[in-house]
């Protein structure tokens, strides 16, 4: 079965191009963090065997706050060379080959340990980092500072 081209990206390994995509919207079990961060991909030009990778993380847009990391195009072109490796024909039509992705393999394909990303209300924080990592993030109100110990709507 051929992937939607909406929202695809292109990627060139060994000289072949493929077409790889995340699922738009999380699926329910995606969402509570009960199946992992997965892509999808295929070859551009002639469709045939799907690719199916399952990342040892959770989505970015998961419920539940647990940790994730950025999928890079590096990631997908090392994974779909492992793929290929594994057995993996992109030009023969059928089910979908599964590559699942433990934890040391992951390291493995990224040549360093994975910078996770903990999902906060404003965007996302590394994984040890606090709220100083978040740009975009304001305090509202100082424990340390005397008089200003109160939230914003308690009375005065």
């Known amino acids: ?17 493929y077409r790889w995509r995340v699922r738009h919207k999380p699926t329910y079990n ?18 045939g065997g799907v690719l199916v990778v399952s990342l040892p993380c959770a989505r970015p847009d998961n419920w539940r706050g647990e940790r994730t990391i950025a999928l890079r195009p590096i990631l997908a072109g090392r994974c779909i060379r492992r ?16 590559l699942t992705v433990s934890e040391d393999e992951l ?7 994975p910078q996770y990303l903990i999902p906060f209300l404003w965007g996302m924080i590394p994984e040890g980092g606090g709220v100083r990592d978040l740009p975009r993030c304001t305090q509202i109100w100082s424990r340390d500072k ?11």
């Open 1 to 17: 079965m051929a992937m939607p081209k909406k929202g695809t990206r292109l990627i060139t390994v060994d000289g072949i191009v």
């Open 83 to 98: 793929a290929v490796e594994q057995g993996w024909n992109s030009r023969k039509p059928g089910s979908a080959f599964t």
């Open 146 to 156: 005397p008089g200003t110990n109160q939230a914003p709507s308690d009375p005065q």
């Open 107 to 113: 390291i493995a394909l990224l040549d360093e340990p």
């Open 30 to 47: 995606q969402g509570n963090s009960w199946s992992p961060l997965g892509f999808a991909v295929e070859r551009a030009e002639e469709p």
